[in-house]
């Protein structure tokens, strides 16, 4: 390349034909049910070498999701969170969930 010569970058594709790095919002439609009609799962993980016990999928309202959450935590001392339908507590604690959400009318999946 010479000096003052500038260097083309186009490859064949153009900005004017609609194309852009905006990601399509798409939006999440979930059916809220109320906790007797739930068929709720347990899923064990590790995370940094330490266990992570992960239960849903939930269908509530996030509110509603946030308040059972925080009733669970309270009750069985550990950490959490709710993330994409799903509550994840530290610790490997199935049995102390599913006892606790029982109590609150959760069903579960056999």
């Known amino acids: 390349?010479?000096?003052?010569?500038k260097l083309s970058l186009d490859l064949g594709a153009s900005w004017g034909d609609g194309w852009s790095m905006e990601e399509e919002k798409t939006s999440k439609t979930i059916t809220?049910?109320?906790?007797?009609?739930?068929?709720?799962?347990?899923?064990?993980?590790?995370?940094?070498?330490?266990?992570?016990?992960?239960?849903?999928?939930?269908?509530?309202?996030?509110?509603?999701?946030?308040?059972v959450l925080s009733t669970l935590k309270k009750s069985l001392a550990c950490g959490g969170a709710y993330k994409d339908l799903w509550m994840e507590f530290q610790g490997d604690i199935a049995?102390?969930?599913?006892?606790?959400?029982?109590?609150?009318?959760?069903?579960?999946?056999?």
């Not at 809220?32 to 309202?61: C, D, M, N, W, Y």
């Open 32 to 67: 809220i049910l109320e906790p007797s009609a739930h068929k709720l799962v347990f899923q064990k993980e590790k995370r940094k070498g330490k266990p992570v016990t992960l239960v849903g999928p939930f269908s509530l309202e996030d509110a509603e999701a946030q308040k």
């Open 1 to 5: 390349m010479s000096r003052g010569t």
């Open 95 to 110: 049995p102390k969930v599913r006892e606790q959400l029982e109590k609150l009318s959760f069903k579960f999946k056999k």
